[in-house]
């Protein structure tokens, strides 16, 4: 199984700050990488597919980049709508498998 | 617009069988892998497994053995059999669609992005003697 891991595991910021949460895989996986934003109580939402590609509807305030093993999800401009849980999550092969989440929270 | 609309029991004793389905509303059944994941409380994302609209299917190993996911298309529906389960089975389960994003072609070979787009509204299950 491809391990996925993310950093920091949460993080406190202001509403305005430009936030920024890494995903490392544990082989690579070209740029078979999406992220997710979960809140409280709500299914998972995705945000970013194929590492960098915004979905449909998505602000454009989120940005992923990476490739290989390393990747990163930034939010810029932090709005109040943002504090949530942030997974990444590999498609390159099965068992497809998430990172462990990065909460981010208000300061 | 595609929904999700999931329900199974959500009280089991140790060694009764999960029994799940997601039914799939406003569009196409076919050409998309529908999967399976799990969220114990206060904890991650794990993929359970998928299926298509011909029943081919991928599973976790860690669950293998336990797993059993089905399809049927003439409801739109897709199901999750999940055996002998213990209290750590206790998650909130959800369905979802795995749909084909983009497609890039590099020197004749073409790789195709997929990412989990539409979920249901997730399943409490607890698992308790």
């Known amino acids: 199984d491809i391990q996925m891991t993310q950093s920091p595991s949460s993080l406190s910021a202001s509403v305005g700050d430009r936030v920024t949460i890494t995903c490392r895989a544990s082989?690579?996986?070209?740029?078979?990488l999406n992220w997710y934003q979960q809140k409280p109580g709500k299914a998972p939402k995705l945000l970013i597919y194929?590492?960098?590609s915004l979905q449909t509807g998505v602000p454009s305030r989120f940005s992923g980049s990476g490739s290989g093993t390393d990747f990163t999800l930034t939010i810029s401009n932090l709005q109040p709508e943002d504090f949530a849980t942030y997974y990444c999550?590999?498609?390159?092969?099965?068992?497809?498998?998430f990172g462990q989440g990065t909460k981010v929270e208000i300061k | 617009q595609v929904q999700l609309q999931q329900w199974g029991a959500g009280l089991l004793k140790p060694s009764e069988t999960l029994s799940l389905t997601c039914a799939v509303f406003?569009?196409?059944?076919?050409?998309?892998?529908w999967s399976w994941i799990r969220q114990p409380p206060g904890k991650g994302l794990e993929w359970i497994g998928e299926?298509?609209?011909?029943?081919?299917?991928n599973y976790n190993p860690s669950l293998k053995s336990r797993v059993t996911i089905s399809v049927d298309t003439s409801k739109n529906q897709f199901s999750l059999k999940l055996s002998s389960v213990t209290a750590a089975d206790t998650a909130v389960y959800y369905c979802?669609?795995?749909?084909?994003?983009?497609?890039?072609?590099?020197?004749?070979?073409?790789?195709?992005?997929?990412?989990?787009?539409?979920w249901g509204q997730g399943t409490t299950v607890t698992v308790s003697s």
């Open positions: 194929a590492a960098s």
């Open positions: 999550q590999q498609s390159y092969s099965t068992p497809r498998t």
């Open positions: 979802a669609r795995n749909k084909e994003l983009s497609i890039t072609r590099i020197q004749g070979i073409s790789k195709r992005y997929y990412g989990m787009d539409v």
């Open positions: 082989q690579s996986i070209s740029s078979y």
């Open positions: 406003g569009g196409s059944f076919n050409g998309f892998y």
């Open positions: 299926i298509n609209h011909s029943g081919s299917t």
